[in-house]
């Protein structure tokens, strides 16, 4: 009777331990890098998204304020004393009085024509395209604006403590209809025509004027045409954001009045 041979099976095939282990790890650094580039790859993009953003709203905000200026009837030049009212949105908050003056505070202030010239004698409240009509830009601490307006009202804005020191730009605007005489117009000085009436928000994380590198935002020439310089900044809890960066100059424009004594 003959003896069947024992089969020898073959060893199965298979991972060490210390393969797992060694692949667990090379994965995991793979995986760690990759994580590391997508979040910087986002972080970059948010970065110029935001920075993005603060220009896209200086850019606005120069264009409004210059398409005004082209249209200037008259442009009151540095050391002239704007009293607009004693509001909350238009007192001059940096200073703690109700006065701005042009050249020394961030104030800028414009007379613009009718809107149908030729009929300013029958300027009235029922015919207000035959007035002349007063336009002032000016600037103040965000945190003032904050406290001028309720926080349920259309004009509010959300809190940002980080960015209270920051300024907003406001806009004034007032259709004279007291005035049939061009001769009659002068810098208001608490005129009750203007009284009861509020400021605008414009555009808000404005760069304050002092902050390095410093600027000036209105400035009036001899000729009465403005230049207009813009930094914007925005200070989170990671970084801060200025549009332009450090380093470049401000966004600035000049813009000429092209109708200094017409319309009248």
């Not at 029922?126 to 349920?152: G, N, Q």
Request: one cysteine or more; hydrophobic letters at 40%; a positive charge.
């Amino acid at each position: 009777m003959s003896r069947r041979r024992p089969v020898r099976r073959k060893a199965q095939a298979g991972f060490t331990l210390l393969e797992v282990l060694v692949s667990l790890l090379i994965l995991g650094v793979i995986s760690l890098a990759f994580i590391r580039i997508f979040s910087t790859t986002l972080d970059a993009t948010n970065r110029i998204t935001d920075r993005n953003e603060l220009l896209h709203e200086a850019q606005i905000a120069e264009q409004v304020i210059t398409s005004r200026v082209k249209l200037a009837w008259e442009v009151f030049p540095p050391g002239t004393h704007i009293y607009i009212n004693d509001g909350a949105t238009t007192r001059n908050h940096l200073a703690g009085s109700s006065t701005w003056v042009v050249g020394t505070d961030p104030m800028l202030a414009l007379i613009l024509p009718p809107k149908e010239p030729g009929k300013t004698n029958l300027c009235d409240a029922s015919h207000p395209d035959y007035c002349f009509r007063f336009f002032a830009y000016y600037a103040f601490r965000r945190s003032d604006y904050l406290s001028a307006v309720s926080p349920t009202s259309a004009e509010a804005i959300f809190p940002d403590p980080q960015n209270d020191a920051t300024w907003v730009i406001m806009e004034f605007r007032r259709t004279l209809t007291n005035i049939t005489d061009p001769a009659n117009i002068t810098p208001p000085n608490g005129d009750s025509i203007y009284s009861g009436v509020k400021g605008r928000l414009l555009v808000e994380y404005v760069q304050p004027e002092q902050e390095s590198p410093a600027y000036k935002i209105f400035t009036v020439q001899p000729d009465k045409s403005v230049d207009l310089a813009l930094r914007m900044v925005k200070h989170t809890s990671r970084r801060d954001y200025h549009s332009p960066k450090v380093g470049e100059p401000p966004l600035t424009i000049r813009s000429v009045p092209r109708n200094l004594g017409v319309g009248n």
